[in-house]
């Protein structure tokens, strides 16, 4: 298994612009986790889905984020628009809740604001 | 709401001694306990987890602890190696598909 994918990996952009952040969970794994990560703040969850469908999005920071999951194997996580303080890497991470539960986390996509 | 605490944020050993980090959480349904190690530019990976329903875990040179009265739960590294040198992250849940309060990490260095 490829195990979780995230593109793109890197992604700069300007303020104001939309940003589209992509995952494709472990084939099979039931849940999906989206996590930002900042030195000041740490590794915030953001939104997290059991069979395609959004839990709890409460760790979401404003309207401009939002996250779909249109089916088992796509996730995405859009910013509209984006603004410089949401610098940061965010982190795809799936899991099969009835299983071992080990959230497997993807490689991250590195965001820059400017 | 759900909160994890963790200490120390920082930690620096000599190689070959243990290394200790513990942590708190608030929300008595938490049933699931991870540990994730985190390399400089890397992603989180799981290095040992434990349930509420075991007190202690131990896998090689890592140890987990658990006391739900306290609510705490440790990690031990014992004769540590310049390799541990990383970020650990603790973490708890209901369970592993659920949501899941991250503490702020303890960045561990082991000098050699």
């Known amino acids: 298994d490829a195990g979780v994918i995230q593109s793109p990996r890197h992604e700069v952009t300007e303020m104001g612009q939309e940003v589209t952040l992509r995952c494709k969970p472990i084939?099979?794994?039931?849940?999906l986790f989206w996590y930002r990560q900042t030195m000041m703040r740490g590794l915030e969850l953001l939104i997290y889905?059991?069979?395609?469908?959004?839990?709890?999005d409460s760790g979401m920071p404003e309207d401009r984020f939002s996250a779909k999951m249109p089916n088992a194997s796509f996730s995405t996580l859009k910013i509209q628009p984006s603004e410089p303080r949401d610098s940061a890497v965010y982190f795809c991470?799936?899991?099969?809740?009835?299983?071992?539960?080990?959230?497997?986390f993807g490689p991250g996509t590195r965001l820059t604001v400017t | 709401g759900e909160n994890v605490e963790q200490h120390p944020s920082t930690l620096s050993v000599q190689e070959g001694d243990s290394a200790v980090i513990k942590c708190t959480y608030s929300?008595?349904?938490?049933?699931?306990f991870p540990w994730y190690k985190q390399e400089l530019g890397k992603r989180p990976q799981l290095i040992i987890d434990?349930?509420?329903?075991?007190g202690e875990k131990k896998d090689q040179r890592i140890a987990v602890t658990l006391n739900k009265t306290a609510k705490h739960f440790s990690l031990h590294i014992t004769e540590t190696q310049p390799e541990d040198s990383a970020v650990y992250f603790c973490?708890?849940?209901?369970?592993?598909?659920?949501?899941?309060?991250f503490g702020a990490g303890t960045r561990l260095f082991v000098k050699a």
């Open positions: 929300d008595s349904a938490s049933n699931y």
């Open positions: 434990i349930r509420s329903n075991v």
């Open positions: 084939s099979g794994h039931n849940s």
């Open positions: 889905f059991n069979n395609n469908v959004p839990i709890d």
């Open positions: 973490a708890a849940s209901i369970g592993g598909g659920f949501k899941t309060i």
């Open positions: 991470a799936s899991s099969f809740a009835s299983g071992d539960e080990q959230q497997y």
